[in-house]
Every structure is written in C-alpha cells, then in structure tokens.
C-alpha cells in the first residue's frame, strides 16, 4: 500500500510579477481565489487515506491569497496530524516579493520549506525588483527559515553557470537551477530558449567542478539529484497516481499544470478518497495522450530506460506542442548521457581507491562502489 501523496495547492493564477519565461502564460490573468472550504476538504480527503502528505502551494503567486488564509491551514493540518498521527510537509513556492515578517513567522512555525524564485545575479534578465528580492531572502535566512532558491536559467545566463554557482556558495543560500522550458511566455520569447548542446557543455563542466568541491557547504539540489543517477535505475519511478491538485476554482487536476487544466477530475466534495480521482475518466484519458506521446518521443531515445517516458509525461502537463516535447526530450536526453558518463568515471575512481578526491556527497553516494578487502 502507498502511503505517501504530494498535493498542489493552487489559492490563486494571479500574479504580482511579469516572469518573460512564465510557463502560465495567459493563465496569469485569472482572479479566481480558492475558498478554504474546498482546501479543508481536499486535505480531509487525502487524510483519510495517507500518512505521509506533501503539500505544495504554488500558483500564479500563493502570497496573494494573504496571511490569514495560511493561518487557517496550516492550523487545520496541525490539528489531523494530532488526531490522526498524518505528517504534512509544506512547501511554498513563491517570488518572494510579499513574504513579510508575519508571513515568513508563521512558515517558519509550521517548518515550511519557501522555494523562492530568484535567478542569482542574472535575476534581471527574466525578473524585476531584484535589489528587493535580495533584501527579502537575506531576511528570510536571518530569521532562519528553511528556503532554497529556484534558478531559472536562459540562454543568456548559461554561459555564466560557474559564476551563478559561486554566487549562491558565497551567499550560502541551497539552489536549483530549472533550465529555460519553451512553455506559455518562453515559447514566444525564442530568443531566451538555450541552444541545448552548448548547455550541456557549461552544465557538464559545472558538474565535473562540483563533484570535487570540498568547499561547498550549502546543498546544490540538481547536482544532488544528478550524483543518484545510475544506469540501471529509473530516475523517477513514482509519479503517476501520487501527485494530485487543486486549483483556484476549487475544482481538482491531475498535476496542477497548464495543458492537464484540460482534465479536470472534480469537485473534492464528490469524492470520498484522493484514489477515486486516479480511477476518473479524465485522468485515463490523460495518462492514455501521454502514452501515445511517448510512443512517438521515446523509439529511438538511447534513455529510454532511465526515463521510462516520465519526460514525455512531465512535459506533456504543461503543453501538447510536438516541438516543445521534442526540445524537453532532447535536454532530458543529454542530461542524462552527459551525467551518467562522469558517474561512470567517478565508480571507476571508487573502485579503485580514488574516493578521497571527491566531495561529500559524492563519497556518500558512490561508496557502495567500494571493493571490500
Ligand atoms: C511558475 S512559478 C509559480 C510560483 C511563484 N509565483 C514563483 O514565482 O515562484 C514557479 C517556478 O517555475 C519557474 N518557471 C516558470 N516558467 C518556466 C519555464 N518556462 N521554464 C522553466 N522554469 C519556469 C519559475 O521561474 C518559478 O521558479
């Protein structure tokens, strides 16, 4: 049995900032705010049957809906685990500009970890306010908050990957960098999209720098991601059937993303249990676009067998233009044959003694490569 689910909250499509990449595109228009009601039910249904719940509010800006709206939620998760012994973890996913003292207190009560969306310094080539933004996460460190950044990058950005990782080593702050996606504003704006090799270049060689960083004491999430890559494994193996949202109209989807708005699984208040969603006709019908796209994309990919389509799938969400699938695949395709030949050089170097040279996480990573005497 399974016991964990990843929810997204979506409290409003709004947004106070104008991102050149947003993969909202026009969504950003929308008023719609979420009513609490449909949150409680939402939480109670998923309650019902996991344990372990990840909850995510993203958006538009989830800032937006206000303070007391975060109040009231974060109290009624922490009222169920009491009585019902679930563990919620929280994520926040937000540009920053509105997290004030009071907001940022209540995250911190509730151990929310704030993914802040902030691009280094390159931060003004997608984004504004950036002097304000950075006063924000310096404030949001001092009070000692759990955050990470996310780190959009673009193609004029990338050549400048070993500055933007030096950047966030000497602020101290854990990142993530999302690579440009041609989705809603990006597919217009041809001119931010990466030429995909020339990145790969910057990206491999960052990776090659880090894996023997020995002073790099904050968490630089990609790479640690990329450092658990194998050969024989799936890189992300569960995804269907445990990640399910609800949107501003108070109605559920599928991911929470653009193109999956186009099957919507109901009201929260017509069903009993978040599996009954799974079992809905729109989500068949999803799974079964996805599939036939895959057939298409994944015939000929040399990484079939570490994805198993879950690119396909995971773009498919947000849009179903063939060019943009192919332009994903072809990132998702290089990541891994860039990565998995340097994890092969480093098990070659473990298992012949060489582990000393590597950083951290690399050593823990990669010790079960160690040949025991
Ligand atoms: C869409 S925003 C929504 C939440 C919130 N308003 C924020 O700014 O974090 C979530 C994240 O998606 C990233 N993002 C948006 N469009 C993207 C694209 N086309 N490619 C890659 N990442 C994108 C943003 O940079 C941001 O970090």
């Given at each position: 049995m399974v016991h964990e689910i990843a929810l997204t909250i979506k409290p409003?499509?709004?947004?106070n900032m104008r991102c050149k990449?947003?993969?909202?595109g026009t969504l950003l228009k929308s008023t719609k705010q979420l009513d609490l009601k449909s949150v409680f039910r939402f939480i109670d249904i998923a309650v019902s049957e996991f344990k372990d719940i990840k909850v995510t509010f993203h958006g538009g800006?989830?800032?937006?809906?206000?303070?007391d709206f975060y109040k009231e939620v974060f109290a009624y998760e922490a009222k169920l685990s009491k009585k019902y012994g679930v563990v919620f973890s929280n994520l926040f996913t937000t540009n920053?500009?509105?997290?004030?003292d009071n907001l940022i207190d209540l995250l911190i009560k509730y151990n929310v970890l704030i993914n802040i969306s902030f691009d280094g310094p390159y931060n003004d080539i997608l984004r504004q306010n950036t002097k304000y933004i950075i006063s924000i996460i310096e404030k949001v460190q001092k009070k000692g908050a759990r955050f990470r950044i996310f780190c959009t990058i673009s193609a004029q950005s990338f050549p400048y990957l070993k500055e933007i990782y030096n950047w966030f080593k000497n602020k101290e702050w854990d990142f993530k960098i999302l690579p440009i996606?041609?989705?809603?504003?990006a597919e217009k704006n041809y001119?931010?999209?990466?030429?995909i090799e020339k990145f790969l270049d910057e990206l491999e060689n960052l990776y090659r720098i880090w894996i023997v960083?020995?002073?790099?004491?904050?968490?630089?999430y990609t790479f640690q991601e990329f450092a658990?890559?194998?050969?024989?494994?799936?890189?992300?193996?569960?995804w269907i059937n445990r990640e399910i949202a609800l949107n501003p109209d108070g109605l559920i989807y599928p991911f929470g993303r653009p193109n999956d708005m186009n099957f919507c699984l109901g009201s929260?208040?017509?069903?009993?249990?978040?599996s009954e969603c799974f079992c809905n006709k729109n989500y068949k019908q999803l799974l079964f676009n996805m599939k036939e796209y895959a057939k298409e994309q994944c015939r000929?990919?040399?990484?079939f067998h570490i994805c198993r389509s879950v690119c396909v799938y995971m773009s498919y969400v947000y849009g179903d233009n063939s060019e943009s699938l192919r332009y994903e695949c072809k990132m998702s395709n290089g990541i891994f044959n860039r990565i998995l030949k340097v994890n092969d050089e480093i098990i070659k170097d473990v298992r012949s003694g060489?582990?000393?040279?590597?950083n951290d996480f690399i050593k823990e990573s990669f010790k079960s490569f160690l040949i025991k005497e």
């Amino acid at each position: 049995m399974v016991h964990e689910i990843a929810l997204t909250i979506k409290p409003t499509m709004a947004c106070n900032m104008r991102c050149k990449h947003c993969f909202n595109g026009t969504l950003l228009k929308s008023t719609k705010q979420l009513d609490l009601k449909s949150v409680f039910r939402f939480i109670d249904i998923a309650v019902s049957e996991f344990k372990d719940i990840k909850v995510t509010f993203h958006g538009g800006e989830p800032t937006l809906a206000g303070y007391d709206f975060y109040k009231e939620v974060f109290a009624y998760e922490a009222k169920l685990s009491k009585k019902y012994g679930v563990v919620f973890s929280n994520l926040f996913t937000t540009n920053g500009l509105l997290l004030d003292d009071n907001l940022i207190d209540l995250l911190i009560k509730y151990n929310v970890l704030i993914n802040i969306s902030f691009d280094g310094p390159y931060n003004d080539i997608l984004r504004q306010n950036t002097k304000y933004i950075i006063s924000i996460i310096e404030k949001v460190q001092k009070k000692g908050a759990r955050f990470r950044i996310f780190c959009t990058i673009s193609a004029q950005s990338f050549p400048y990957l070993k500055e933007i990782y030096n950047w966030f080593k000497n602020k101290e702050w854990d990142f993530k960098i999302l690579p440009i996606e041609p989705r809603g504003c990006a597919e217009k704006n041809y001119d931010l999209l990466m030429d995909i090799e020339k990145f790969l270049d910057e990206l491999e060689n960052l990776y090659r720098i880090w894996i023997v960083d020995n002073d790099c004491k904050i968490k630089f999430y990609t790479f640690q991601e990329f450092a658990k890559l194998r050969r024989n494994i799936q890189f992300k193996p569960y995804w269907i059937n445990r990640e399910i949202a609800l949107n501003p109209d108070g109605l559920i989807y599928p991911f929470g993303r653009p193109n999956d708005m186009n099957f919507c699984l109901g009201s929260p208040f017509d069903v009993e249990k978040i599996s009954e969603c799974f079992c809905n006709k729109n989500y068949k019908q999803l799974l079964f676009n996805m599939k036939e796209y895959a057939k298409e994309q994944c015939r000929n990919c040399d990484s079939f067998h570490i994805c198993r389509s879950v690119c396909v799938y995971m773009s498919y969400v947000y849009g179903d233009n063939s060019e943009s699938l192919r332009y994903e695949c072809k990132m998702s395709n290089g990541i891994f044959n860039r990565i998995l030949k340097v994890n092969d050089e480093i098990i070659k170097d473990v298992r012949s003694g060489n582990i000393g040279i590597y950083n951290d996480f690399i050593k823990e990573s990669f010790k079960s490569f160690l040949i025991k005497e």
